[in-house]
């Protein structure tokens, strides 16, 4: 029986979280003959409950759980009065100073310079294991798990996140793949590390048509407003998203008078949710961009929503894009560099300039044209392709010549 291990950060929402507990809910352990443990870093996050019965969650470091909280929080202080983390802390302290000596790091690869001596190594061997997220989550792997195999994910375009690329490059050389999520992002990695080409390749999330619809029915948004246009936003509240140029499109959809008015939702948190409140009050937008939360299955409005909108400033692979066009909802999407990889602008969606005159311009043709969005809604009915990767692809990618 094969041991494999993956490693991530939490199971919040995101596209490389989704993107995992997919993997796992395909995956058939009895037919694989797997032993699957996950180590998460804070044992959270809006997808924990869809983790099959089969996974073995492991227990988090001390080391680890400390890493991760705020220096006010209970837990932090309950780890660190654990045996040996006091001085441990004393030695971070020694070496924060230090990392005045490397401002070429991101803040990231700074991070894990700074704790990487106090974490211990992993207990255990395994034959594979994975990094399902890019920085902390694969440098963990690469230094402090022992396996014979080890494969890393990288969600994002590589050079939109500030890496140091010569830091880098020693964790992907002794790696056996990066897996990226688009050939935007493959060429980014290839841009960054010009003699690393055989270690990378592409894996699509895998999206199931017929889990996305199932969910979809389970129920009605109680929050749908018959006769106005409903809009939708899914994404974490944060920079990456484009909320700002969200909310110049929708006062520009506002001083447009619809005759029967707009309600544009997002489901979502993250760390911009009291700014974009402050600024709902202050553009009179109240009513009329509703924050929902987070959604356990937001497939129901995604289902139920007139347009789809996605406002970010960079992508890799838009997980939340793929189950809209699973569900065939009209999509506006924003010209990031990969937003070509899910979208045909004109044909599956409409690709529109990343501002807000760009994106309420958008809307607005769809909410003034029945056939345009009968057009966009027939295209995605009529298509079969799949809709990222198969179960079969990442068994090939993981395992490689040792799934047999």
């Avoid at 996950?38 to 470091?61: A, D, E, H, M």
């Avoid at 909280?69 to 302290?93: A, D, Q």
């Avoid at 999520?181 to 060429?187: H, K, Q, R, V, Y």
Wanted: with cysteine; net charge neutral; hydrophobic share 40%.
């Amino acid at each position: 029986m094969k041991r494999v291990l993956f490693v991530i950060d939490t199971l919040g929402s995101g596209g490389g979280q989704k993107s995992l507990v997919n993997f796992l809910n395909e995956l058939d352990p009895k037919e694989c003959n797997f032993q699957v443990d996950l180590l998460l870093f804070s044992k959270r996050g809006i997808f924990l409950s869809q983790v099959p019965s089969y996974v073995n969650l492991i227990n988090t470091p001390r080391e680890i759980a400390c890493m991760f909280e705020s220096l006010g929080s209970f837990s932090f202080w309950r780890n660190l009065c654990s045996k040996g983390l006091y001085g441990k802390l004393k030695r971070l302290i020694v070496r924060r100073k230090q990392s005045r000596l490397h401002p070429e790091l991101n803040d990231i690869q700074l991070f894990w310079n700074l704790w990487r001596p106090l974490i211990p190594d992993l207990p255990g061997v395994y034959d594979i294991a994975i990094g399902g997220l890019e920085g902390t989550c694969s440098y963990y792997v690469m230094d402090k798990v022992r396996a014979s195999r080890k494969v890393l994910w990288f969600h994002n375009n590589y050079a939109d996140h500030g890496y140091n690329a010569a830091w880098d490059c020693p964790y992907f050389e002794r790696a056996d793949k990066v897996v990226t999520i688009s050939n935007s992002c493959l060429e980014s990695l290839e841009r960054a590390f010009p003699g690393l080409g055989n270690k990378f390749c592409v894996l699509g999330n895998i999206t199931s048509r017929m889990f996305v619809l199932k969910r979809s029915r389970e129920a009605f948004p109680d929050t749908h407003t018959k006769g106005k246009l409903n809009l939708l936003t899914v994404g974490r509240l944060v920079p990456q998203k484009g909320y700002d140029t969200l909310l110049e499109a929708a006062e520009l959809i506002d001083a447009a008078n619809l005759s029967n008015g707009f309600v544009w939702r997002i489901i979502g948190d993250g760390p911009l949710l009291s700014d974009i409140k402050r600024s709902i009050e202050v553009k009179g937008l109240a009513g009329k961009v509703e924050l929902l939360g987070l959604r356990e299955n937001p497939y129901p409005y995604i289902a139920a929503c007139d347009v789809f909108v996605q406002t970010s400033r960079y992508e890799g692979k838009s997980v939340v894009l793929d189950e809209a066009k699973a569900l065939c909802r009209p999509i506006v999407v924003t010209d990031y560099p990969t937003a070509k990889d899910s979208i045909t602008n004109g044909v599956n969606g409409i690709i529109c300039a990343m501002n807000g005159n760009g994106v309420a311009d958008a809307v607005l043709r769809l909410a003034d044209s029945d056939g345009l969005k009968a057009h966009l809604t027939g295209t995605l009915e009529s298509d079969e392709t799949p809709l990222g990767s198969t179960l079969d692809d990442y068994l090939t990618i993981y395992f490689g010549d040792h799934n047999d």
